[in-house]
């Protein structure tokens, strides 16, 4: 089991930033993959950012050069960076951390809001 705990989420004008933060209930350093989604109202949710255990990361076309995944192992958490923000990256965002051994779990924060207004 992993408990995640999301927080950094909140109300802010299109163009500035804000950062996710994710604290993870254990060792994150041997997990397949960590990232964050997001869902917005009326719409499937959908990865935003994740990073493999191999440091390979990737990026919705969406957010490409405006939000930055990182993790820090000595103290568990996920961050997201997320700068240059539109109304439309507004939604509830979840941090999810990926276990596999035999079989694969996903695990996935409480979800912290984020809202841009224009």
């Known amino acids: 089991q992993v408990q995640l705990v999301e927080s950094g989420g909140g109300l802010v004008q299109a163009g500035e930033s804000l950062r996710l933060s994710c604290v993870a209930s254990?060792?994150?350093?041997?997990?397949?993959?960590v990232g964050w989604y997001r869902q917005a109202p009326g719409k499937q949710r959908e990865l935003v950012a994740a990073?493999?255990?191999?440091?390979?990361?990737n990026y919705a076309d969406s957010v490409k050069g405006r939000f930055i995944i990182s993790r820090d192992y000595p103290t568990n958490t996920i961050y997201l960076q997320m700068n240059s923000l539109r109304p439309e990256d507004t939604a509830v965002y979840y941090c999810n951390v990926r276990v596999q051994s035999t079989l694969t779990y996903d695990y996935w924060g409480q979800g912290t809001q984020v809202t841009v207004s224009s």
């Open positions: 254990r060792n994150i350093f041997s997990v397949r993959a």
């Open positions: 990073i493999a255990r191999d440091g390979t990361s």
